[in-house]
């Protein structure tokens, strides 16, 4: 049993979503054999044709439904209800949820693949637990009351003062479904949240730009002229290799431009490149850095040095350059001769010969947090200051993310928004601010940044969490990690012992021991999913 931690209460931010939705089990038992059926034939289109089909599955019923769902990864019931309402991330994380949850049965237990040492994590609750917190609950069960006058203070409060967490932190604990403060630790105290703030960047992305947009990579032939221009439209992920694995292909773009120029007679061009769609410095304030690239609008493969499609390795110092190099050996392959690339600007009155376009910014943003790229997340920063009129450089991108932020009404006090990455450890977010942002994430009148939630890494079971929880709330956490020399925070959502769906943020600044002040982070984490804390 918990006591109410001195100063919970309701944060005035989330008051407009407190309502949980009590018919939500009922619809859901009612739609779920068609929701299994469309799955299964239709995979990722599986929404769209939902919606057409089921008018009478509300807005708000799909989306509580889908929070609950994928906070479980990979529940039985959760195969019909993730594939309807989201896309399908290229990391391959929801197909693998999906897979394994059919493999198991829709009888409780699933699990989430084999932790560290190849040790299999401890089960998922069953369907129907969770489907009680939020709200509506299983024949002859009550919905659980939100925490009231007992609460958390005194599972976490010993456990958030490990001294391997070091001299400051923040934390704060909000049930999701009805905004509630449940546990506050200097919640409003801003601290640096390294790769945490990528929870800010996806927000304010999907905001500003919705989760269909894509990032088009054109070619223009400049009227009059022989100059073919290579137009970077800010994609990190597209790329040169032979199969693209539903990516924006090089090849491809390669291949049609070779084809108009046929049409036009042209067989010998001159090479160029434009990268105008973002301004000011290339190279990140962190400096040269094998887990970022200069963030240019044209590059391919992240500019990687290696076959690598994750993770820290050195990149190539010219993207743009190099991208617009391998182009060039694409065209000629395809009978086209062209000069050395140079940068150049492609005119209003250019003729448009070709494109190729990203996946949508949804899976682009799923991407992103499960394996923590912060290639994404800095082309994701910057296309929000393209689509908010900001200048689409360093600060400019800062400016937009806070600008969407406060837009949506969260608590920005105290934010200093650096970047999109996490990586300038200037930046400084608060655990009030980080858990608004998930409850948003989960508020039927936002379905837009769904994918907030659904692209956060699973606890012993994908992306930055893969070898974690194995022996504790494996499959019940997903959370962003952060990790800077010093720095260690996460921030997720976990669905607690009584079903109900939490939403959490710790920051800890000054550790010394980043894998001892993670294993912390971890167990504080764990008691919010064993703990019932009513």
């Not at 923040?170 to 449940?182: Q, W, Y």
Request: glycine letters at 10%.
């Amino acid at each position: 049993m918990c006591v109410l931690a001195k100063g919970a209460g309701v944060v005035p931010e989330l008051r407009p979503w407190r309502s949980a939705r009590p018919h939500v089990a009922r619809l859901v038992g009612a739609v779920r054999p068609r929701l299994a059926r469309a799955a299964a034939a239709a995979g990722p289109w599986v929404a769209r044709l939902t919606e057409a089909a089921e008018p009478q599955l509300t807005r708000a019923t799909r989306t509580w439904q889908y929070t609950a769902l994928a906070a479980t990864a990979g529940l039985a019931l959760a195969v019909a209800a993730v594939t309807a309402a989201g896309p399908w991330d290229s990391s391959g994380q929801r197909t693998a949820e999906r897979d394994r949850a059919t493999a198991r049965g829709s009888t409780g237990g699933v699990d989430h693949g084999a932790g560290s040492a190849g040790r299999e994590p401890s089960p998922a609750p069953s369907a129907a637990s969770v489907l009680t917190g939020l709200g509506s609950g299983t024949p002859g069960h009550a919905v659980p009351a939100a925490p009231g006058g007992k609460a958390f203070a005194d599972v976490l409060g010993p456990l958030l003062k490990d001294p391997s967490l070091g001299p400051r932190r923040s934390a704060a604990v909000v049930d999701i479904s009805t905004g509630k403060r449940l546990y506050a630790v200097a919640a409003g105290t801003a601290l640096t949240p390294a790769s945490t703030t990528k929870i800010a960047t996806a927000v304010a992305a999907l905001s500003a730009l919705g989760p269909d947009h894509r990032l088009t990579t054109r070619t223009a032939l400049e009227t009059g002229t022989k100059e073919l221009v290579l137009v970077g439209g800010g994609d990190p992920t597209l790329t040169a290799r032979a199969e693209a694995d539903g990516n924006a292909s090089l090849r491809t773009l390669a291949d049609r431009t070779a084809a108009a120029l046929r049409k036009r007679g042209l067989r010998k061009v001159t090479l160029s490149y434009d990268t105008t769609l973002y301004a000011g410095r290339a190279l990140h304030p962190i400096g040269v850095n094998d887990n970022l690239a200069a963030v240019t609008a044209l590059m391919a493969d992240e500019a990687r040095t290696n076959d690598s499609v994750r993770g820290p390795v050195p990149r190539v110092p010219d993207p743009a350059a190099d991208a617009a190099r391998r182009f060039g050996d694409f065209l000629q392959d395809h009978g086209i001769t062209t000069s050395a690339p140079g940068p150049s600007e492609a005119t209003g009155h250019a003729d448009a010969l070709a494109a190729v376009s990203s996946p949508p910014l949804a899976s682009l943003v799923e991407r992103m947090l499960t394996n923590s790229d912060n290639d994404i997340a800095e082309a994701l920063a910057r296309h929000t200051a393209v689509a908010t009129g900001k200048r689409a450089d360093l600060a400019g991108a800062g400016a937009a993310i806070r600008s969407r932020l406060d837009r949506l009404g969260l608590p920005v006090s105290g934010a200093r928004i650096k970047d999109g990455s996490g990586l300038d450890r200037t930046g400084h977010l608060t655990a009030d601010l980080l858990t608004a942002l998930l409850v948003t994430a989960a508020d039927p009148g936002h379905p837009e940044l769904r994918p907030t939630l659904t692209g956060l890494p699973v606890a012993g079971f994908t992306g930055t969490l893969s070898s974690r929880y194995a022996d504790g709330a494996a499959g019940l956490v997903r959370a962003k990690t952060g990790t800077l020399t010093g720095v260690n925070t996460l921030a997720g959502t976990v669905v607690a012992h009584d079903g109900r769906i939490l939403a959490f943020a710790f920051l800890t600044t000054g550790t010394k021991n980043p894998g001892a002040a993670q294993a912390a982070l971890d167990r504080a984490a764990t008691a919010l999913a064993s703990c019932g804390c009513r």
